[in-house]
């Protein structure tokens, strides 16, 4: 039997590698339906290459319809930012399988995403590289056995840049990524580590572990994704060429694998050699609002999205410098109070909120 799979973001990088896994297997997989956003090229050109497709959505509205009504079996959520909760709490109120991209849900809402899994019985398989690795090494293994998970950080672009430099990186240099090739939002949350941050918050909830045994390593030849500390002191890593294809395919295919042609193989001899460092918390603040929001919980992890959100839109439009970016973030942590998380309407009235309400803040 295909599986078939509804891909939302279909026009966006993560989106465009689904659909060549979608392409490497037709025989297992069966794209029924996309969501796209602005790119109406890209969209038609994804409509036209798979005649499989019954589904097309655009607005919000149309999207929470389609994953609410349509028949598929596996839910690819590859929007970018705070837009991509309600499809995924949609998908997972129908009990369905959810191979998840848009970390920023599990950001935002989180302890309900926990809470509607233990009451419907859908899942999360995710597609970040480092949590994908996680699930590699952990599989197989009993969950009580794990002492730490390390996630890797390429460190971003200006790993090695003083900071005394920050307030003079433009948007063009900060859109270049040292080893992967993503999106504009995520490329610079990388740049301020507020990515890494995202995926420690990311880590807790898929992994139910807690903060403390959450460890971040700055590691620039993005060689080793992650790594899983056993009580017994053992150290599991998955490893591999940064290609966001093979995580795509093993959250479709998990927990079995398939054959992924025709990439590059690593060859140790040519690693030659592998660095690993401490981030710079102090260079890098976003990394530790993630952990105090995280932390704290409720709807603080919501505000710190809301708020990286509006800043970097200003930042990519010419409107902030760079080192503004944490600074309005710093001063929506500090502006909005942190209520219980209690519905999913909560958490979208309180984005729409600060997005309003931020539009004026430098
Ligand atoms: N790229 C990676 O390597 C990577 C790795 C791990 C995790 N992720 C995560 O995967 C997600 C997507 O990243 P990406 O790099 O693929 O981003 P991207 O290239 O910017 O693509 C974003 C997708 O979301 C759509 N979109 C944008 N705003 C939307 C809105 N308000 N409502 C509905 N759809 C909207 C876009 O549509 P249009 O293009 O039509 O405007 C596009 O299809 C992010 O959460 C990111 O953190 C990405």
């Known amino acids: 039997m295909k599986q078939k799979i509804l891909l939302l973001g279909a026009t966006g990088s993560i989106g465009q590698s689904t659909q060549n896994c979608v392409r490497r297997y037709p025989d297992e997989f069966e794209l029924v339906g996309i969501s796209y956003y602005s790119n109406e090229e890209r969209a038609q050109d994804c409509v036209k290459s798979f005649d499989t497709i019954k589904h097309v959505a655009k607005t919000a509205e149309s999207i929470v319809d389609m ?19 309600e499809p995924t709490v949609t998908a997972l109120m129908r009990g369905k399988k959810v191979a998840l991209a848009n970390k920023e849900s599990l950001v935002v809402g989180g302890e309900l995403i ?7 019985g859908g899942s999360i398989v995710p597609i970040d590289s480092e949590h994908s690795a996680i699930l590699q090494c952990i599989y197989g293994e009993n969950r009580k056995d794990v002492e730490s998970i390390t996630i890797t950080a390429s460190g971003g672009p200006f790993r090695e840049l003083a900071a005394s430099e920050f307030a003079n ?37 898929l992994y139910k572990i807690e903060y403390d045994r959450i460890n971040v ?18 150290v599991i890593a998955q490893c591999g060429l940064p290609d966001m294809e093979l995580p795509i395919q093993y959250a479709l295919t998990f927990p079995e694998r398939k054959y992924m042609i025709p990439t590059p193989r690593l060859d140790w001899a040519k690693a030659k050699q592998l660095t690993f460092f401490e981030p710079d918390y102090d260079k890098f603040p976003c990394l530790r609002m993630c952990y105090d929001a995280g932390n704290a919980g409720g709807t603080l992890p919501c505000v ?19 080192v503004q970016i944490y600074q309005m973030i710093r001063r929506a942590l500090d502006y909005y109070r942190r209520e219980n998380l209690e519905s999913v309407e909560q958490i979208l009235a309180l984005d729409r909120r600060i997005r309003s309400e931020m539009i004026d803040w430098r």
Not at 217 to 229: A, E, F, G, N, R
Request: charge should be negative; proline fraction near 3%.
């Open 114 to 120: 926990d809470e509607i899994i233990a009451k419907h």
């Open 304 to 322: 710190l999205n809301a708020a990286n959100e509006v800043a970097v839109a200003k930042f990519l439009c010419g409107e902030i410098k760079f």
């Open 169 to 205: 990186i433009t948007p063009e240099r900060a859109l270049k990524h040292p080893t992967w090739s993503m999106g504009a939002k995520i490329t610079i949350d990388s740049a301020t580590l507020m990515n890494k941050g995202f995926e420690v918050i990311e880590a807790h909830h």
């Open 67 to 85: 994953v609410k009504t349509a028949d598929y079996d596996v839910l690819v959520n590859a929007i970018v930012g705070c837009a991509g909760f």
């Open 217 to 234: 390593v700055v590691h620039p030849q993005s060689i080793i994704h992650s790594s899983v500390t056993f009580i017994d002191g053992a």
